[in-house]
């Protein structure tokens, strides 16, 4: 039995500005400026700048198509006679970064580690020494790390003192619990637009019933894994590291105090875990995988109240179920930690913003007058889901299918409004994988659905907020290394704890 994808999020997850060069360069060589509608601009207009990392990331943005990118967000807004306009300056067209990606033939490889270091150290002077920023984003930087460091340090403004006199954006608007997780020291620099669940799922008769597990259960049930099981559907230990630990790499993350634990005893077990499996010869996608064999547990990202339902596929007997989870057949049990809580919440793809703290009081107001469309309930239903219409090659009829392109609307009245329309049958047909596009036949939701996944989403107290390129390669590296027999348990993890921690530290 083989569970195909929960769900697909019409482009790849964050790339953080740094996966590739920009599509369009100005002539100038130096600042890009949003289209917009200028017959809508002003000469009175409250001018602010938002700067971006990459131009390929803000031409074509959530859903990979130029109708969900921040350029065409911010031409609807400039479109607008608001009394704000927005202009972009997108720093990979600046001159000294054009060039960056390319090899000596001139074909382009992506941005290096030292490339990605020299277009952030620019940026964050940017915001240290200029004003020629007002906002930011965590697409702004080619490291999100950087964007995180930032929030800690003070650079941006409390997006609170904007919400308490706004009627349509504020703390009984959006969600409660999410706004909780994202505060640093009470305050809010930034709020993602959506959010979704990171946890691990599993056959109730292999992991059990209880929601989250201690690594000692999480072994204890593998050992009474009946003959020729899997994890992850693979008995190779790179794929297992890939979505067993790797995908749980923030829990070692401490962004708010400029840490790294690497050397802490979960992340030390579960690389003796993986390593108890034959090794791949540090190759991380592939090697065996099997969807027949009996299997603990795999990774399961939950985009929507639609989660709520497991797509369990048998590809031996074509065919497919579909158990809502609240009945028992399957168990959400998060990752593997030493306290039992190794779910985690993350934001989309899309959202993230944040307001110079340094900048006019007349430009915060403007800025917030942007930011907040990202919020509004009209907003956040129109980029939840993506229709894409077809004609059904059977009938010949026109048909319909959604794809989920962002996560849970923050926005409450927005996120009620979707789970009505799953219960409705209204996001029918809705793609789980690419691979899997035809009629998807599958039981409406209920309210007990729906209350389910909030509870499990209050009961999650940890927010993801990623790892940055460098620092995965840290990790990365070190661990592929010892999987393949190259070095031992205990100079894996000295090495990676003090190379991301100086690493860490220069970041500060």
Request: one cysteine or more; proline letters at 2%.
């Amino acid at each position: 039995m083989k569970k195909t994808s929960a769900i697909i999020l019409a482009g790849a997850l964050l790339l953080t500005g740094c996966g590739s060069k920009a599509v369009s360069q100005s002539e100038s060589g130096s600042v890009s400026t949003s289209g917009g509608s200028d017959s809508a601009a002003h000469s009175d207009d409250v001018v602010i700048t938002l700067g971006w990392a990459n131009g390929q990331t803000y031409d074509w943005g959530i859903g990979t198509t130029a109708e969900n990118s921040m350029k065409h967000f911010i031409d609807e807004f400039n479109a607008k006679d608001n009394g704000v306009r927005v202009e972009v300056k997108i720093f990979s067209e600046l001159e000294e970064f054009r060039n960056y990606g390319y090899d000596d033939k001139g074909t382009y490889q992506g941005y290096s580690d030292e490339e990605c270091r020299q277009m952030d150290f620019f940026i964050a002077q940017e915001l240290i020494n200029k004003d020629s920023i007002d906002i930011i984003a965590k697409n702004s930087f080619c490291a999100p790390a950087k964007y995180e460091i930032f929030k800690c340090k003070g650079a941006f403004a409390d997006l609170y003192k904007f919400m308490e006199d706004d009627p349509e954006v504020n703390r009984d608007t959006l969600n409660s619990h999410i706004l909780d997780l994202c505060e640093y020291e009470g305050k809010l620099y930034s709020i993602p637009s959506y959010y979704m669940v990171n946890t691990m799922i599993g056959k109730s008769e292999y992991v059990g019933t209880k929601q989250n597990w201690t690594i000692d259960e999480f072994i204890d049930r593998w050992n009474a894994m009946p003959s020729g099981s899997m994890v992850n559907h693979s008995l190779t230990a790179e794929y297992i590291y890939y979505d067993v630990l790797r995908a749980n790499t923030s829990a070692f993350i401490d962004y708010n105090n400029f840490e790294t634990h690497f050397d802490h005893p979960d992340f030390h077990k579960m690389l003796v875990f993986c390593k108890g499996f034959e090794s791949n010869m540090g190759q991380k996608l592939e090697g065996a995988y099997d969807q027949s064999r009996p299997n603990l547990v795999e990774l399961y990202r939950i985009w929507g109240y639609n989660g709520a339902i497991y797509e369990d596929v048998d590809y031996a007997n074509n065919t497919v179920d579909y158990p809502h989870i609240l009945d028992g057949e399957m168990t959400l049990v998060g990752f593997p930690t030493s306290d039992g809580r190794g779910a985690y919440l993350s934001g989309g793809s899309f959202g993230d913003i944040s307001i110079r703290a340094n900048t006019s009081e007349e430009k915060q107001e403007a800025a917030w007058k942007f930011i907040r469309e990202f919020y509004l309930e009209e907003f956040q239903l129109e980029n939840f889901a993506q229709a894409n219409e077809y004609t059904d090659h059977e009938n010949g009829q026109p048909a319909k299918t959604w794809t989920i392109l962002n996560g849970f609307p923050i926005n409450n009245a927005a996120r009620k409004t979707t789970a009505e329309r799953f219960m409705s049958g209204y996001y029918d047909n809705v793609n789980y994988t690419l691979s899997v596009q035809n009629k998807v036949c599958k039981d409406n939701l209920t309210q007990a659905d729906i209350d389910f996944i909030d509870d499990y989403v209050n009961s999650i107290d940890r927010w993801g907020a990623g790892s940055d390129r460098e620092l995965f390669n840290i990790v990365e590296g070190e661990v592929l290394a010892y999987l393949k027999g190259g070095q031992d348990i205990d100079t894996t993890v000295d090495v990676i704890q003090s190379r991301a921690s100086i690493w860490i530290s220069e970041q500060a």
